[in-house]
């Protein structure tokens, strides 16, 4: 576009105001006469046209060299001939102009007297039967011209100059200029002349200069401009002889468009699984499919994406745990058809490593135990930042995410053990039906052991929801969704030094790049669970359907709630079902990350299978409000980043460190934590150990991770019930938790029963009601397990 610009602004500008003008004497002109193919009059001072008082007509051929005066590639703009009458009879006479059609000559002929009858024709002279006396002939007598006049004038009886001005001579000329060798001038002829009417004109040989034919011509010179190349291969084009071009000018006629500088390459990646990086100019990386990095950039400067087809690929569905041994290993795996095997860290259950890993399926009141061990390899995968970490060895340790536990079974950041060793966790379990899920939480690293591949689903179900008929087996599925970059060997590409936020360049659900699932026609279930480790998403159908969320991290919500979009941030799950049996089969439907640059998740495809189509229950479970007043303290915790020696910058919570312990919840209180977000993001604010609610906002459900919006504010309310000990809370953008945005409380014991018994304030001891009271929950009996005597312990080996 910008090139086309330069090219009007020279046309328009530049050209105009070298519009010339030139007048032009004849090279030859001559008379020839009717009634004798001998006679001419080169050399004669007159010229003729008309007949005379016996009818014997006269002709008179004048001719300019166009080409001479002209420069080449001109426009003509107008041309006016004028000749001077010096001798008429009494009456005017038209007399017109005929481009001649074949070449003549102008010889040494010369009339006598008043030249009205001509002299004797000599060598190359024309006449009216020789064009060129006496080699050759008009093929016409009176001269080759053509039939239609170019101009015609009325010639009065005045002394005066007579002018022809037309169109078709402005034509004329404009040929002569073209193509020099058409150019014969014009035949002079009085078409309609009666006898008598003949008139004369002063020729070129005339003695008097200023009364001699003449050629007036305006025309517009052609103004050569050419291509100005600059080292990058642009082009703009400059008035010849490029004087104003400071780069290279290629010389006069040369364009822009086409662009006919020379294309500097720049590096072209491949739009595919290989990301293959040539240096090629743009033009050819276009052709290859390419896309082009810039002029003068080298592959040594660029790193190509790895391209990758969505929807190529079937959703996994996650298996169940086989075993309660679950063993942290490094092992390969395909996360896309078209990438070579990536190297992950998972879980093996006895049946092969796999990540996520299995799920851990429990049911309230039947407590779990499991067997965590470490047999990673004895270095990092990801270079660890050491900032943050002491070593690069892989230690990991597991935290049942929203799990009610106690302190010893919770995963401290601090006791995560190195390759080799095992931590043991008893769950209690004693809490409603939730989606939680299992992810490391190894100190200063656990952004890269989840990167990695190192969390899954533990599901809690009770006998409520049990009894409330909602999509199951086949028709209940748990999506896994995580963002990771690859290169094109296939591995993980992960930035060495801690960044405040790391988004990977390719959705994966279920371990997945991108999936598709073929889904019945019916209700299905998912439980998504944003298991990123900073990226956020606002999931929507493409075409736009609502659907239903029936669960948030906590388990149920209330009642189902209609809805076209649901807000993750990491950490967070949402239980939602699509109802699939509205869709023709066939039918494709995209989960999209509405406003993300990477904007798919996965795709649906509606098959002919009948699916489940019983309706939602109307009520899901009673949540009952947690009544702010009943909060004992409320605390305000803010939300900052500093600057960092190491790292540059940091996330604090109330600018304070993990070992500054200030919360300190009695057991058996309610508190209110009011997050106020001081800094330009949001951040999922998680609390270990309970479900809380927002405060005033039931509806929303049972939350252990909350988004608190950029400069907003949030509380929320929670009752610290069963387990005394030290719980992380902390934001759950991996990169804020791992670099200080994660602190801990201490729930305080209770004083002994008898400083109980003097202190009426303090309420009981009571086990298992936990957040989610079981005065509001349907399967209430079952929260109340009491756990006291189970023998939970937490073993750590190495
Ligand atoms: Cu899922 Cu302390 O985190
Ligand atoms: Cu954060």
Redesign the pocket.
């Known amino acids: 576009m910008r090139l086309v610009g330069v090219l009007l602004a020279v046309l328009a500008g530049e050209a105009i105001a070298h519009a010339d003008s030139v007048v032009l004497a004849p090279t030859q002109d001559t008379t020839i006469y009717s009634e004798d193919g001998t006679l001419s009059d080169g050399q004669g001072q007159h010229l003729f046209a008309g007949l005379t008082s016996n009818s014997a007509e006269r002709r008179a051929l004048i001719q300019f060299d166009i080409a001479a005066a002209v420069p080449a590639g001109s426009t003509i703009t107008s041309v006016t001939l004028t000749l001077r009458l010096d001798k008429t009879q009494t009456t005017s006479v038209a007399v017109a102009l005929y481009p001649a059609t074949a070449a003549w000559g102008e010889g040494a002929s010369l009339a006598a007297g008043e030249e009205g009858g001509g002299g004797p024709a000599q060598t190359g002279d024309a006449t009216w039967t020789y064009r060129l006396y006496a080699t050759a002939m008009w093929a016409a007598a009176g001269g080759d011209a053509s039939a239609t006049a170019s101009a015609t004038t009325t010639v009065g009886t005045a002394l005066v100059d007579t002018t022809w001005s037309s169109a078709a001579m402005t034509a004329d000329v404009q040929g002569w200029l073209d193509t020099p060798g058409g150019n014969h001038g014009w035949l002079v002829r009085a078409p309609g002349a009666a006898a008598s009417d003949v008139k004369r004109f002063a020729s070129r040989n005339n003695a008097d200069s200023t009364v001699r034919p003449r050629l007036s011509i305006t025309f517009t010179p052609a103004v050569p401009t050419g291509a100005c190349c600059a080292a990058d291969g642009s082009c703009t084009v400059v008035i010849s002889p490029g004087t104003t071009c400071s780069a290279t000018y290629e010389g006069d006629n040369t364009t822009c468009t086409p662009n006919v500088c020379p294309q500097p390459p720049g590096a072209c990646c491949s739009n595919d699984a290989t990301a293959a990086c040539n240096e090629v100019p743009q033009a050819t990386c276009t052709s290859m499919g390419g896309t082009f990095h810039g002029v003068g950039s080298t592959c040594a400067m660029t790193a190509c994406p790895v391209v990758l087809q969505p929807f190529v690929d079937p959703l996994p569905i996650l298996p169940v745990a086989q075993s309660t041994t679950l063993v942290e290993k490094q092992f390969q795996t395909k996360v896309a058809s078209a990438l070579p095997a990536t190297t992950l860290w998972g879980f093996d259950d006895g049946t092969g490593p796999r990540s996520p890993g299995p799920t851990i399926e429990a049911r309230t009141g039947a407590p779990v135990e499991i067997t965590w061990q470490n047999q990673l390899p004895a270095t990092h995968a990801l270079a660890v930042d050491p900032c943050l970490a002491p070593d690069n060895v892989p230690r990991s340790i597991i ?1 049942l ?1 929203g799990g009610h536990v106690p302190h010893a079974a919770d995963g401290y950041p601090e006791d995560a053990v190195p390759p080799g060793g095992q931590v043991v966790d008893d769950y209690p379990d004693n809490q409603p039906a939730a989606t939680l ?1 299992y ?1 490391d ?1 190894a100190m200063g690293i656990t952004r890269l052991n989840v990167q990695m591949g190192l969390a899954g689903f533990y599901l809690i179900r009770d006998a409520g929801e049990d009894a409330l008929g909602l999509p199951s087996g086949a028709d209940e599925i748990a999506l896994f969704i995580s963002d990771h970059t690859f290169g094109p060997d296939g591995q993980i590409e992960y930035p060495a030094t801690w960044q405040p936020e790391v988004l990977g360049d390719k959705i994966l659900v279920n371990g997945v790049v991108w999936p598709y699932l073929d889904v019945p026609r019916g209700k299905v279930r998912f439980r998504i669970l944003d298991g990123s480790g900073s990226r956020m998403y606002k999931l929507a159908l493409s075409n736009a359907a609502s659907f239903y969320q029936i669960g948030t991290d906590g388990g149920l919500l209330a009642a189902p709630v209609q809805t076209d979009e649901i807000d993750l941030m990491p ?1 967070q799950r949402a239980d939602i079902v699509i109802d699939f049996a509205i869709f023709a089969p066939g039918t494709q439907i995209i989960l999209k990350n509405v406003g993300d640059p990477v904007p798919d998740v996965m795709k649906f495809v509606v098959t002919a299978t009948a699916g489940h189509t019983a309706p939602l229950p109307q009520a899901l479970r009673t949540i009952t409000a947690m009544d702010p007043a009943t909060a004992k303290v409320t605390r305000d915790l803010h939300l900052m980043q500093r600057t960092d020696s190491c790292t540059g910058n940091a996330f604090t919570i109330d600018n304070r460190a993990w070992s500054d312990i200030t919360e300190t919840p009695m057991l058996g209180d309610t508190e209110i934590w009011t997050f106020h977000n001081d800094t330009g993001t949001a951040h999922p604010m ?1 609390l ?1 150990l309970v479900q809380f609610q927002v405060v005033d906002h039931p509806e929303l459900g049972w939350l252990d ?1 909350v988004t608190v919006p950029a400069h907003q504010a949030v509380s929320v309310i929670a009752k610290f019930t069963d387990y005394a000990g030290k719980f ?1 809370y ?1 934001c ?1 953008m991996l990169p804020h ?1 791992d670099n200080a945005m ?1 602190r801990q409380f201490e729930v305080l014991p209770l004083p002994s029963v008898d400083e109980t018994a003097a202190d009426a304030g303090v309420e009981p001891v009571h086990h298992g009601g936990g957040c989610c009271d079981a005065g509001g929950h349907p399967a209430g009996s079952l929260v109340l397990v009491v756990v006291v005597g189970i023998a939970l312990r937490r073993r750590r080996m190495s």
């Open positions: 935290h995410h899920w992810h939480h950490g998680h270990h991770t992380p902390h759950h938790e994660m």
